[in-house]
């Protein structure tokens, strides 16, 4: 199984930036999809997931109204779409996938990709 996210970047605080994250070796229908982050010192932490049919969403908190997550099923990839981003945003975006039902926890979580820096500017 392979997760192989991109789209990561250094973008200015207000700016945008679009994750992707494509997977292979699983059947992509059959597992949530998630993004995680951690930053500098800090745990990972969750900030969106994705259900199987793409139907429901979940955010954390602080990405709530900026970050919109979708899934292109026959693409096998999983998207975040970060808009007015801010300096405390900065941290290594993972995704994951689960055949779990319970979708915030890292330990519910299947496979993981390599990690993808965002670096926001003041």
């Known amino acids: 199984v392979q997760l192989q996210a991109s789209g990561g970047g250094l973008v200015q605080a207000g700016g945008s930036l679009r994750l992707s994250c494509a997977a292979s070796?699983?059947?992509?229908?059959?597992?949530?999809m998630a993004w995680f982050r951690q930053a500098p010192g800090n745990e990972r932490e969750f900030v969106s997931a994705?259900?199987?049919?793409?139907?429901?969403?979940f955010y954390a908190d602080s990405v709530k109204g900026r970050f919109t997550i979708s899934r292109d099923n026959a693409k096998n990839t999983v998207y975040l779409q970060m808009n007015s981003l801010k300096p405390e945003d900065t941290a290594v975006y993972y995704c994951?996938?689960?055949?779990?039902?319970?979708?915030?926890?890292?330990?519910?979580?299947?496979?993981w990709g390599q990690g993808t820096l965002v670096t926001v500017s003041s």
């Open positions: 994951a996938a689960t055949t779990s039902v319970q979708l915030t926890l890292g330990r519910n979580y299947n496979y």
């Open positions: 070796g699983l059947y992509f229908r059959n597992n949530a």
């Open positions: 994705i259900r199987r049919s793409g139907q429901g969403t």
